[in-house]
């Protein structure tokens, strides 16, 4: 893996026996694949020291970020109206207006006399000799005179300083990605720049002899490649590099090509197709000939099997070529692979229990990752769960997971739904 100047070139590598299961195991609990996953992998990216506000968006904070200001700077107006020294206790009265205001960006310099008032609008600092702000509508002016008829504590409508974040709070944490929101917050204290990880590099690469690209001429046994673009799309919304790595034939040489042009350029390679143990399974054929795999009979539907294998110090994740198989397993493992991988924390997609909206007998034995949308309140599901309907992919807003236990299925019965926003879509 290369690095620039402003990058650290030290990166620890994953092991090769990585991905190894323990002997005698047949097949794997989702959960139990997770946690090998998460333990298993650590960040393989270096750092970019000192990125600008203008490139952090989708980006992973390398180190803790610390408060270099206040904020708010000072204290402050939360409300236009006429500020002065609290409380207000016997009204209703009045108070004598100095001359001159205090408005955001032009503080008003000198001491507000005691018993006096002064008009104020909002985010303007407060003058000395005020604490409390009176909202103007609550209040009257009449020659040079504020009326007040309400009582007020002090420090009514009025914001302190530091109150949000105060000087060398950790405001971030490594490991954050960063969004449009916490770019703000660095921006609020004056942070210019960033130490990040560097983008994770992933590589998609289809293959099949039956797989043509969108566009080409077809036969009637031949498909379009409907996961290279799917995964494709995928990663560059998680806010990784994409590296396209094409489609190559059920070639042993063409595989054996593909995968060292990606080992050369990415920190992951997604393969989906010929993971299997077919004549034609050239993936895992040269992944065994050439590195170390492991396939994991994960108990999930759709999704079997999961291929993870190291080749050439590269981490290979060989999808299944069905491409609704590919989505579950690129969310379920990939997605938080990936993110641990690129410096960030491993995540468990957050879920949601909702009431079902259809029925079902659940079968002992496999997890199940049903296409679903929720609509006024209640989760449907996708009307047929065939691997090969594609449709259902478009039609789905995230899945309804049932964990490996029977279960028999009402409307009303609470089930775990897992937007596709919890993966970062």
């Not at 799309?233 to 806010?239: E, K, P």
């Not at 989760?379 to 995230?398: D, H, I, N, P, Q």
Request: some cysteine; aromatic content about 6%; proline content about 8%.
């Amino acid at each position: 893996m290369s690095s620039s100047a402003n990058q650290e070139s030290t990166v620890k590598p994953l092991r090769n026996d990585c991905f190894a299961l323990p002997p005698g195991v047949n097949w794997t609990p989702v959960d139990v694949a997770l946690e090998r996953l998460r333990s298993r992998l650590h960040p393989v990216v270096g750092v970019e020291h000192g990125a600008p506000l203008s490139r952090l968006n989708g980006r992973i904070l390398a180190t803790d970020v610390f408060a270099p200001r206040a904020h708010p700077p000072s204290n402050n107006s939360a409300v236009d109206g006429y500020a002065f020294a609290g409380p207000l206790t016997e009204v209703p009265c009045s108070l004598p207006l100095v001359d001159g205001r205090s408005a955001a960006g032009e503080p008003y310099r000198e001491q507000v006399p005691e018993g006096h008032a002064i008009r104020i609008l909002t985010g303007a600092v407060m003058p000395a000799g005020t604490d409390t702000v009176v909202l103007e509508e609550d209040c009257d002016v009449i020659n040079g005179q504020l009326h007040l008829n309400g009582t007020l504590k002090a420090g009514a409508n009025r914001r302190l300083a530091g109150e949000d974040i105060q000087v060398q709070d950790r405001i971030l944490n490594a490991g954050t990605r960063l969004s449009p929101t916490q770019i703000s917050v660095l921006a609020s204290v004056g942070v210019e720049s960033v130490d990040v990880y560097r983008r994770l590099r992933v590589g998609v690469l289809s293959t099949g002899d039956e797989v043509k690209p969108v566009g080409a001429p077809v036969t009637d046994w031949q498909i379009y490649d409907a996961n290279r673009p799917m995964l494709s799309s995928m990663i560059t919304q998680l806010g990784y590099e994409l590296i396209d790595l094409g489609h190559v034939l059920d070639r042993p040489e063409a595989v054996k090509e593909a995968l060292e042009r990606g080992a050369e350029q990415c920190d992951l390679i997604l393969t989906s197709g010929g993971v299997s143990a077919g004549d034609e399974d050239h993936v895992s054929k040269t992944l065994k000939a050439h590195g170390e795999i492991s396939n994991w009979r994960i108990a999930i539907k759709p999704g079997r099997p999961l291929a993870l294998a190291m080749f050439k110090g590269t981490p290979v994740v060989g999808l299944p070529g069905n491409p609704v198989a590919a989505w579950v397993c690129a969310l379920r493992f990939g997605a938080p692979a990936m993110a641990l991988m690129a410096g960030a924390e491993w995540f468990e997609p957050q879920s949601y229990l909702v009431p079902a909206n259809f029925s079902k007998n659940k079968k002992p034995g496999r997890s199940e990752m049903l296409r679903a949308r929720v609509r006024d309140g209640k989760v449907e599901v996708f009307s047929s769960e065939g691997s090969g309907r594609v449709t259902g992919l478009a039609w789905s807003e995230g899945m309804v997971e049932l964990d490996e236990s029977p279960r028999q299925i009402e409307p009303g019965t609470p089930v775990k739904f897992i937007p596709y926003g919890s993966f970062g879509l």
